[in-house]
């Protein structure tokens, strides 16, 4: 039903920025709850941002002023820009997902993309 291409994954050093895309197919695009995870090496796939039809965002705490989710919904796109890399902050991202809701979940999410690699050295 929707198929999720993410891009922009990169190697940077700790306080650089980058910003993530994924592209999206589907012609109901709008109504789609939209969210960003991502998972370091031996450890839990984790919610990082996430951004419902209403435009309403909601973050991890610990990336809350570093990052921002946003979309365009004429292009079939969602983004997340982020500033002030942290090694910490080193993972495969992945964007998800699930169809109209209210409020933002952190689970459930139906349709995940391929991930890309965020790589972030001191």
């Known amino acids: 039903q929707v198929q999720l291409v993410e891009s922009g994954g990169g190697l940077v050093q700790a306080g650089d920025s980058l910003r993530l895309s994924c592209a999206a197919s589907g012609r109901t695009f709008s109504r789609y709850t939209m969210a960003w995870f991502r998972q370091a090496p031996g450890k839990e796939r984790e919610f990082v941002a996430g951004i419902n039809s209403s435009g309403n965002t909601y973050y991890l705490d610990s990336v809350k002023g570093r990052f921002t989710i946003s979309r365009d919904n004429a292009k079939n796109t969602v983004s997340l820009q982020m500033n002030s890399l942290k090694p910490e902050d080193t993972a495969v991202y992945y964007c998800?997902?699930?169809?109209?809701?209210?409020?933002?979940?952190?689970?459930?999410?139906?349709?995940w993309g391929q991930g890309t690699q965020v790589t972030v050295s001191l």
């Open positions: 998800a997902a699930r169809w109209f809701t209210m409020n933002i979940p952190t689970t459930g999410y139906d349709y």
